[in-house]
């Protein structure tokens, strides 16, 4: 009797637990497949402002759940891309976009990783030059001198 009851606890434990996993699944439902792949690339490329890293189509922070409701909500209205992305921009900032916009504010953002790449160029360009030329510069004739007293003295002369 008492293995009964504990199998009885144990399937009502599994039946719980799937039916709360099951509850967090949000279904949404579109009739165009280009409509639910734009909003599978909008959740995607936008990020979770309290998870910080975590895309909103991964995240599940009560945050991310009402932009994904919003964007769903947006498709479903007709509006582009960009219309939507405004909106959640003007709505939660720019610091959810993974890909910041070209602007005047991050100019420095945008531009930076080019300037370091060029620098970095240049610098190797001018170490390989320097290398080049002090091995192929002549000796003078101190060094010379030392040279050969130091070749004579290690062929025993």
Not at 96 to 101: E, F, G, H, M, V
Request: aromatic share 6%.
């Amino acid at each position: 009797m008492a293995i009964i009851r504990w199998m009885l606890v144990g399937f009502t434990l599994l039946l719980v637990t799937g039916l709360v996993q099951g509850a967090a699944i949000e279904v949404r439902e579109f009739d165009d497949p280009v409509l639910e792949k734009r909003y599978d690339s909008l959740t995607a490329s936008m990020r979770c402002p309290t998870c910080q890293n975590q895309a909103i189509n991964d995240s599940d922070a009560p945050v991310s759940g009402d932009m994904r409701d919003r964007v769903y909500l947006l498709l479903q209205e007709g509006r582009s891309d960009i219309e939507i992305r405004d909106h959640m921009v003007q709505r939660f900032g720019d610091y959810i976009l993974y890909n910041p916009r070209l602007e005047g504010r991050t100019y420095l953002l945008w531009g930076l990783p080019a300037v370091l790449v060029v620098a970095g160029g240049i610098l190797v360009m001018l170490l390989v030059r320097a290398r080049r030329n002090a091995s192929v510069r002549a000796l003078d004739d101190d060094e010379r001198r030392r040279l050969e007293s130091l070749i004579n003295r290690g062929n025993g002369q």
